[in-house]
């Protein structure tokens, strides 16, 4: 398939500086390009409102006993970041308001459904959960 696609895993603090990883494309990870935009300013050709440019991957982060992908890249190869589902929510709220007001949905609302999931489960704090994700092209 020609295009972008997001690759992601989900973590959970477990420590101060301890985040341990729970999931890996808890969302899906489906392909939809005002989701890219929004999360990292990836594919936003109509300059669009987003979170952050992309950060990198996580100081210290640690993939062990987790499989890859047909590529062998479990996270793409470019444009890595991650954002907190506490950063997720902020934004959803603060900028995306009216397209929930309207549409009942926008563009990551799967990603915060899935990571919102996580966290109830875990029994952590919004800050205590990390969306890691790149792409591939």
């Known amino acids: 398939r020609m295009g972008t696609d997001i ?3 989900v973590q959970v603090q477990r420590g101060q500086h301890d985040w341990e990883t729970v999931g890996a494309e808890v969302a899906g990870d489906q392909r939809v390009y005002d989701a890219f935009a929004i ?5 936003n050709t109509e300059d669009k409102p987003y979170i952050c440019k992309p ?4 100081k210290g982060l640690r993939l062990e006993n987790w499989s890859r992908d047909i590529d062998g890249n479990l996270l793409g190869d470019h444009s890595h970041s ?3 589902l506490d950063e997720l929510v902020r934004f ?3 900028v995306l308001k009216s ?5 009942g949905y926008t563009p990551i609302s799967d990603i915060l459904e899935a990571l919102r999931e996580v966290q109830q489960e875990e ?3 919004d800050e205590d959960v990390r969306y890691v994700f790149g792409f591939s092209s």
């Not at 999360?39 to 594919?43: C, D, E, G």
């Not at 950060?55 to 996580?58: A, E, K």
């Open 7 to 9: 690759h992601s895993i």
């Open 39 to 43: 999360l990292a300013n990836v594919r």
């Open 55 to 58: 950060r990198g991957l996580p």
């Open 82 to 84: 991650w954002l907190t």
């Open 92 to 94: 959803h709220e603060r």
């Open 99 to 103: 397209a929930i007001d309207y549409f």
């Open 123 to 125: 029994g952590v704090s």
